[in-house]
């Protein structure tokens, strides 16, 4: 059997149990409330696109500095165990326009909007209403309303950033898969811990050069939606500029398993991204762990002009460090410097040095 008809084959299963689970649970009064998630989205003012998604509530509540690690472990197991809302039906209303979306088989929606409103060109974001329109819940007399978030790059926007996630801005051993399952398994968004100098130098990257620029700040993972919630609280709680997070759908279907159609994955996220702004230049952030400077070597090479520098954390051992150094030099020759780095003070230096941040932002100590 082929992929793709395995890949349609297992969707399909997938999909019915779904549907079943959900009629089985509503007729015997076992549902739970339902939710809206909302996910950042962005555009421009011709066009936004947004996405969500409709869930049973599990529970989740915010994270406190004193919680033990077996309440941080429940709290990630209801994540991972949500109950989603197949078919599902949600109203979207957007600067004057007002459209409908379904959910698929694991619950998410996701459109485009064309906004009939002048929007603001010098606000960096933008508030967008959402409502459950059905199923109803029995038990739910109120409205199941929400309001989401569209960012969309203001004029005196001068570049827009791309970073990742995980050994980027966020401390996850993703070298160690042990390591990392401990990590994302038994903290929270207080006890998860940044790199130092990150929240200074994603600040002074989205003031830009003159200060109040409002550059859009991207963050692309291959880190699944179920952590959506536990980063925007961790970004929050550190002070991080908040962005769209692309990140990845785990399923059964091939492509969707775990650690699966990674460089297929941040690769396409971050064309979409490009494609979106086209007249808008990208500083690229990432670590060595992965692949992350391959991947953005074929960024350069696919969208020439367009970025302007890409800063590489150093969390590798020697050997790779051999083959990052190698793309660099590949890449120097088509005029992007790609600065290999072990703390964020290095990258500020650059930073300003290249105009890119204001010379007088202060830098934390190395």
Known sequence: MSESKLGNLLKTVDGGWSHLKFRTKRRLGWLDPLQVLTYFGFGTTRQV????RVLEEKGITGACEDDSIWHNFKQMVRRFSSDEIPGA????????????????????????????????????????????????????????????????????????????????????????LIKMLRIVMFSNAHTRLPFEGVSEFYRALQAGASGNAKNPIFYVSSSPWNLYDLLIDFFRIQNIPA???????????????????HDKHKLAQIERILTTFPDLPFILIGDSGQEDPEIYREVVYQYPGRILAIY????????????????????????????????????MEHAAKNGFIGASVHTPKS
């Not at 590798?316 to 992007?336: M, N, S």
């Open 89 to 176: 039906t949600v109203e979207i209303v957007f600067q004057g326009v007002s459209k409908r979306a379904k959910t698929d088989h694991e619950g998410f929606f996701e459109m485009t909007l064309t906004p009939k409103r002048p929007i603001d060109p010098t606000q960096l974001w933008h508030d967008v209403r959402v409502e459950l329109i059905k199923p109803k819940h029995p038990q739910q007399t109120r409205p199941v309303l929400t309001t989401g978030h569209i960012l969309i790059p203001p004029d005196q926007a001068e570049f827009g950033v791309i970073s990742d996630i995980d050994d980027t801005v966020v401390q996850t051993t993703a070298t160690s």
């Open 312 to 347: 590489i954390r150093d969390v590798t051992l020697e050997k790779r460090q051999k083959a990052i150094l190698t793309v660099a030099e590949g890449l120097r020759e088509d005029g992007v410097e790609m600065v290999l780095v072990k703390d964020t003070h290095l990258a």
């Open 243 to 261: 962005g769209p997070l692309m990140l990845q759908d785990y399923g059964l279907e091939p492509g969707q398993w775990i650690y699966a159609g």
């Open 49 to 52: 696109y947004f996405r969500g």
